[in-house]
Nanobody
């Protein structure tokens, strides 16, 4: 499985960005795909996840009501729509995938930088 993240950039506080994680290599039936982020000097943090087959989602409390994870079946991507961005959302954002029920995330994409300015 290959994961390719894109869509990061520089945006002012209150603005929006849409990240995309392109999935290739095999079908992800039975998998969960997630977005994580790592801010400078902080631990990696879970942001949101979606199950490939039934599209059920889960969002971290810190982003709930502002961020939305979705799957684009036609493009084979998992997207993260980020609205109402805050300075504290500045981080390197990664996408990852694992089989449902697994503890550890098996596949990781490279990060895409999101920088929110005041």
């Amino acid at each position: 499985v290959q994961l390719q993240a894109s869509g990061g950039g520089l945006v002012q506080a209150g603005g929006s960005l849409r990240l995309s994680c392109e999935v290739s290599g095999r079908t992800l039936s039975g998998y969960t795909v997630a977005w994580f982020r790592r801010a400078p000097g902080k631990e990696r943090e879970f942001v949101a996840s979606i199950t490939w087959s039934d599209y059920s989602t889960h969002h971290a409390d810190s982003v709930k009501s502002r961020f939305t994870i979705s799957r684009d079946k036609s493009k084979n991507t998992v997207d993260l729509q980020m609205n109402g961005l805050k300075i504290e959302d500045t981080a390197l954002y990664y996408c990852a995938a694992k089989l449902r029920g697994d503890i550890y995330w098996t596949y990781w994409g490279q990060g895409t930088q999101v920088t929110v300015s005041s």
